[in-house]
């Protein structure tokens, strides 16, 4: 009877025992074998235990390719999800059913098979409305909903048309300028929430207090990079005038305009500017891009320079104008860029804008009646500096040509 009792013992923690490492599952058991007059003769038993494996929603994984979706009914994002037990093991042949969290306002395809060895079962979601879906997957043996509920966003597609300008398009440091985006519904419907994310560069500073839309003062933007603008709703477009398009005065057309300053890091060079129009997230494009160039340019005080001089009649040829040594007018002075100067009434001449380096002017002689000669060097090398004055000057005399004119004395004879 004893031995009979300690078997009993042993099934019975049996029982105990392998529910605790199986985490609470069900544990069904049974024995068979020949049973003696006092007790059961273990070594001809045999024992089958039966678990319902639990679906962990921890360890379980939902996921969801692409996460940003066209919201035309037609493209969709594929659901996985994989299934596994409180072990991190894969659970097969299970059944998991999927929903939105927009319920019937989103078209979401059931898995067409159980989980695969793997534990990973597929179905898709599809969408005519824009905004945010989230993704309940349950598997439906236990009714379990898993933690993870990934987030699908569906967007418009493109139907807005933007088109983007700068004024004035060429600007140095310190120059404000002026951006204007078009925007163009070319749908029936009425676009919500719009917003336009604008990647300026960042040599440029948005001017606090400039933003309009349709001539009106809107918010300031979020400031980046980028600029986000909030913009609104987009009306429907009404082509009054039958051209296919929104036009100015049209239902569907809006002008959104800011002001940026250039900042003292800009450096001669082309700068682009590219704005996106977006709804949901600032990711979901409801546009093509649109960019405009900004040329910047030198600033012709700060960041080029002068050259400056005279043509001087040099009487005494020393190579320097002396009290009484007038100007010459209308004497040519080239530079090496081929642009030329004449003198003015007192023999002066400049050159402004120049870029810096070494530069050569040179005086034509030609240009100067008479037999004219240089009494300094007749081209001359300086060094330009930003900002700053380079001087040449160019003295001339002349060489005279004389003839002797012989007098001969007649006689008369009387």
């Known amino acids: ?22 985490f609470a599952q069900v ?26 494996v639990l679906v962990d929603p921890g360890n379980s994984t939902v996921t969801v390719d692409p996460p940003i979706v066209t919201a035309d009914g037609v493209a969709f994002s594929t659901i996985t999800v994989t299934l596994r037990d409180g072990l991190n093991q894969p659970l097969v042949g299970r059944v998991v059913s999927l929903a939105s969290s927009r319920g019937v306002l989103d078209v979401v395809t059931q898995p067409l098979n159980p989980t695969d060895v793997n534990g990973v079962t597929t179905g898709e979601i599809r969408s005519t409305l824009n905004g945010p879906a989230l993704i309940l997957a349950t598997d439906v043996a236990e009714g ?49 929430s719009v917003r336009i994310v604008d ?49 100015p005065g049209e239902g569907g057309y809006h002008v959104l305009s800011y002001s940026m300053i250039v900042g003292a890091g800009a450096r001669v060079g082309t700068y682009a500017n590219r704005a996106v129009a977006v709804v949901v997230c600032d990711t979901c494009e409801i546009s093509a891009p649109a960019s405009v160039d900004l040329e910047i340019t030198s600033d012709p005080i700060f960041d080029l320079g002068t050259v400056i001089g005279k043509v ?81 000057n160019f003295g001339i005399n002349y060489d005279f040509e004389t003839d002797r004119l012989v007098v001969k004395a007649s006689t008369a004879s009387a």
Not at 4 to 21: C, D, E, K, S, V
Not at 162 to 185: F, H
Not at 201 to 209: E, H, N, Q
Request: hydrophobic share 45%; no cysteine.
């Open 27 to 52: 544990i069904q058991n049974s024995a068979t074998g020949e049973l003696n007059a006092l007790s059961l003769d273990l070594s001809q038993a045999t024992i089958t235990l039966n678990r319902s």
């Open 144 to 192: 379990v909903l898993l933690n993870d509920q990934p987030q699908v966003l569906f967007t418009l597609g493109e139907v807005l048309l933007l088109t983007k300008i700068v004024n004035p398009g060429k600007a140095t440091v310190g120059d404000v300028v002026t951006y204007t985006v078009a925007i163009q519904n070319t749908t029936t419907n009425t676009i919500s």
């Open 199 to 247: 990647a300026a560069s960042p040599v440029l500073s948005y001017v606090p207090g400039t933003a309009r839309l349709d001539g009106n003062a809107i918010a300031d933007p979020l400031l980046g990079p980028p600029m986000i603008f909030d913009v609104g709703d987009v009306l429907a477009f009404a082509d009054t005038n039958g051209n296919g398009v929104a036009d």
């Open 312 to 392: 001087f009649y040099d009487l005494d040829g020393d190579g320097w104008q002396d009290r009484g040594e007038t100007g010459i007018s209308g004497a040519m002075v080239v530079l090496d860029t081929g642009t030329y100067a004449l003198t003015d009434a007192h023999g002066r001449f400049h050159f402004p804008a120049i870029q810096p380096g070494q530069r050569m002017v040179k005086l034509n002689l030609n240009s100067i009646a008479g037999n004219a000669r240089a009494t300094t060097s007749d081209k001359k090398v300086l060094s330009v500096t930003p900002g700053l004055l380079a001087k040449a």
């Open 1 to 22: 009877m004893g031995r009979l009792i300690r078997h009993l013992i042993l099934i019975t923690g049996l029982w105990i025992l392998l529910p605790a490492m199986a």
